[in-house]
């Protein structure tokens, strides 16, 4: 029997104790050139089909991946570089070996001119991809496992000089931005980390912060008496209702953009070449253990699990390495 009918048949089957024949024929009529106008199926309780195409995998590794607390930028690349990597091969994940791993991207380097930095990180890609096919038990053997590191020339990446954070004050507009420089050098934030601050997060008396960093661990960072005064006169300027910590013009929040946006401006009036966040976060990292204080410590200002991260970080001052050796060696 048709679903519709079978509404009906219900519907009248409990009304007919409690109302005459004539009502009934009205509430008949009415159902069936109301429900004419749906489709209309009963509910199955079978288990949904698992999608098992490459894509489908693909679909269901983000998903665990999300679920694991990853960032939503790290889940975009790893999509968008597994996705590429499976429609330039067009072949079932299971068959798919090293060498086709190699042919891809060694195709990419000829014809986009990646650099072996940018082909690192397609490989591990690939390797946090099928290393969970391989877990999950939806391919038998891990192409990666033969896919070796690539090897990228080391890149000095300078910090700031105390003459060029200077320039960059100076070349301050209004005291937001003033605020926003100060806010980056003695917090070491990463750039997403500040646009999602809002006013609460910031204790006024302790000059405390509670960051959500990657994979939502939360950690606290601090900021100097400077930072804070010129916080504190940003927040008693601000006119808007805006809970976020930095708002724009405009906008109730600065996001990434905006804020990589006006650093490049600040950097062009400063005449300081390179000007950007995480520039920042380097320099504090860089300054804190020239002064003294243990990479450890260093590395739980910034959110690092790993030490290995801390010292690509930080710039190692030649001179006082000479002067250690000097000191030491003698």
């Not at 999300?66 to 590429?84: D, F, H, M, P, V």
């Not at 290393?131 to 000095?156: D, F, M, S, V, Y």
């Not at 300054?287 to 204080?293: E, I, K, S, T, V």
């Amino acid at each position: 029997m048709e679903s519709r009918q079978m509404i009906i048949q219900s519907v009248m089957q409990v009304l007919k104790s409690k109302v005459d024949q004539e009502t009934l024929d009205i509430v008949q009529d009415a159902l069936t050139i109301e429900l004419n106008r749906y489709e209309v199926q009963e509910r199955t309780t079978e288990l949904s089909v698992v999608d098992n195409s490459a894509v489908g995998m693909l679909r269901r590794y983000i998903a665990t991946k999300r679920i694991e607390g990853k960032a939503e930028s790290t889940l975009k690349r790893y999509w968008e570089q597994n996705l590429q990597l499976i429609q330039f091969l067009g072949k079932d994940l299971n068959k798919i070996t090293t060498d086709d791993l190699r042919l891809f991207m060694a195709c990419r380097r000829q014809q986009n001119k990646v650099s072996n930095r940018t082909l690192d990180g397609m490989r591990r890609c690939y390797r946090s991809f099928f290393t969970w096919l391989t877990t999950e038990g939806l391919i038998e053997k891990n192409p990666c496992i033969a896919l070796n590191q690539i090897k990228c020339r080391k890149q000095i990446k300078k910090p700031y000089t105390a003459v060029e954070l200077e320039l960059l004050r100076k070349s301050c507009e209004n005291i937001r931005d003033l605020a926003l420089v100060e806010f980056l050098y003695s917090s070491g934030c990463r750039v997403s980390e500040i646009s999602r601050l809002d006013i609460s997060d910031i204790n006024m008396e302790t000059g405390e912060c509670c960051v959500i960093g990657k994979g939502n661990k939360e950690r606290i960072v601090y900021l100097t008496d400077i930072a804070l005064l010129y916080l504190k006169r940003y927040l008693e300027k601000r006119k808007d209702s805006s809970v976020a910590l930095f708002a724009g013009k405009g906008t109730p929040r600065l996001k990434k953009g905006g804020i990589e946006t006006l650093l490049k401006r600040i950097g062009n009036v400063a005449g300081v070449e390179n000007v950007h966040p995480h520039r920042f976060r380097r320099t504090l990292a860089t300054n804190l253990l020239d002064r003294g204080m243990s990479i450890q410590d260093v590395a739980v200002i910034l959110g690092h699990a790993d030490l290995k991260t801390t010292q690509i970080y930080c710039f190692i001052n030649q001179s006082n390495v000479k002067n250690a050796y000097r000191k030491y060696a003698a």
